[in-house]
């Protein structure tokens, strides 16, 4: 069982917009804004999508956009589109003893 | 442009220790800013982080994992390496190396990463 909990599957059409949440708790999510999300297709390595919380980095597309409110972040892609077709996962600081968890991840379905 | 690649044997057998290699180009493994990490994904689950180690040879462990994982570094060779004792078909999975980014506190980004190598614990 992961320590963050996300959807198990999302699904949308292209040019929709879909939200993912990761919930985790005031020792984790809550209490460090340094949650990040990553893009993983069949097959390849995870890619970084979006670090502390809601930072793009160079190259990613502003389709991709993330938040947090409490013990809750998301990620949110705005005009699907098919290639947005993956698994996403996010991940957390979980402070000095446990350092680092993942969520068990999305499965993003593009109808 | 930074590049990771793992490398090592992709079938351990049970009981035995499981020894992974990431060799890093297009950058220094001793670069003061980041540091280098391990993580690994059982077929088709999620992602577990393993533990990071700084060049200078400090390491931080997954706490479930602690007592069987070392991570070291060879600077000589731009390389950092994961040992993984006592395997058991539970360990069967992709094992990723990559840059973990320590900012603002605490652990932050894993990036990039190595591509991933397969390793399979079995007689």
Redesign the interface.
């Known amino acids: 069982q992961s320590a963050l909990t996300q959807p198990a599957s999302v699904s949308g059409s292209p040019g929709q917009s879909i939200t993912i949440s990761c919930t985790g708790t005031s020792s984790d999510v809550g209490s460090y804004n340094l949650v990040s999300w990553y893009q993983q297709h069949p097959g390849k390595a995870p890619k970084l999508m979006i670090y502390e919380v809601s930072k793009r980095p160079s190259g990613v597309s502003n389709r991709f956009s993330g938040s947090k409110s409490g013990n809750t972040a998301s990620l949110t892609i705005s005009g699907l589109q098919a290639e947005d077709e993956a698994d996403y996962y996010c991940c957390s600081y979980a402070g000095s003893s446990t350092h680092v968890v993942f969520g068990g991840g999305t499965k993003l379905t593009v109808l | 442009q930074l590049q990771l690649q793992e490398s090592g044997p992709g079938l351990v057998k049970p009981s035995e220790t499981l020894s992974l290699t990431c060799t890093v180009s297009g950058g220094s493994i001793s670069s003061s800013s980041y540091y280098w990490g391990w993580i690994r994904q059982p077929p088709g689950k999620?992602?577990?982080?393993i533990g990071?180690m700084y060049y200078s040879g400090s390491t931080?462990?997954?706490?479930s994992l602690k007592s069987r994982v070392t991570i070291t570094v060879d600077t000589s060779k731009n390389q950092f390496s994961l040992k993984l004792s006592s395997v058991t078909a539970a360990d069967t999975a992709v094992y990723?190396c990559a840059r973990h980014?320590f900012r603002?506190?605490?652990?932050?980004?894993?990036?990039?990463?190595?591509?991933?190598t397969l390793v399979t614990v079995s007689s």
């Open positions: 999620g992602l577990e982080w990071s931080y462990y997954n706490p990723y980014i603002g506190g605490g652990w932050n980004w894993f990036d990039p990463w190595g591509q991933g």
